[in-house]
């Protein structure tokens, strides 16, 4: 758990929720042998990712067989201490996209997230939290994508100016707007 810990610790967290996610993730993760796997009931790492197109105009957003709305792409660590490496792997899963034009290796947020329960593959989910690592991805909007069946419904790049208007989570739409925040920062 030592690389993950410091990945977390090292990330500068630079808002109140940030620096309280990131405190409350830190201990966590180091009271909880098993944070990286969903055995751990009440929380467990997840990676996500928020894909923009290259002229960073729109975002792509898949809607999600759970949530019932447009969101990110992301999942759960299973075990594994990578918050990278998950991320990469899952966009590629969930988009069909099999390259991007760039990955940044760099977080660009951290989140601890409320997920309701609910059921998944017809077993029973209870309430937990997800100690979330973001990443930004650019990728070609122009490529083939496909959507997995068993997260999504289909994928979609919105403009910018519209996507939260799709988005019915409300909870997570602070979460989008400050990603693409940073991710416009950077831009260039």
């Known amino acids: 758990m030592k690389e993950l810990l410091n990945l977390i610790a090292s990330y500068p967290a630079s808002t109140p929720q940030e620096i309280a996610d990131q405190r409350l993730m830190t201990a966590f993760i180091e009271a909880h042998p098993n944070a990286t796997k969903r055995s751990n009931l009440a929380a467990h790492v997840t990676s996500s990712i928020v894909i923009l197109n290259t002229t960073y105009d729109h975002i792509l ?17 299973d075990g594994d201490e990578d918050c990278y490496r998950v991320a990469l792997k899952e966009a590629q899963e969930e988009t069909g996209l099999s390259a991007f034009v760039q990955a940044s290796q760099e977080i660009v947020a951290l989140d601890v997230i409320y997920v309701e329960n609910h059921l998944k593959q017809g077993q029973y989910v209870p309430d937990h939290l997800h100690l979330n690592v973001s990443y930004g991805f650019i990728a070609d909007d122009r490529a083939s994508l496909k959507h997995n069946p068993h997260e999504h419904q289909g994928l979609r790049w919105f403009p910018l100016d519209t996507y939260l208007h799709s988005v019915k989570e409300t909870r997570m739409k ?15």
Request: hydrophobic share 40%.
């Open 61 to 77: 957003m898949g809607y999600h067989q759970i949530y019932q709305s447009w969101g990110w792409f992301g999942g759960h660590n």
């Open 174 to 188: 602070p979460i989008y707007e400050k990603i693409i925040a940073r991710m416009l920062a950077k831009k260039g």
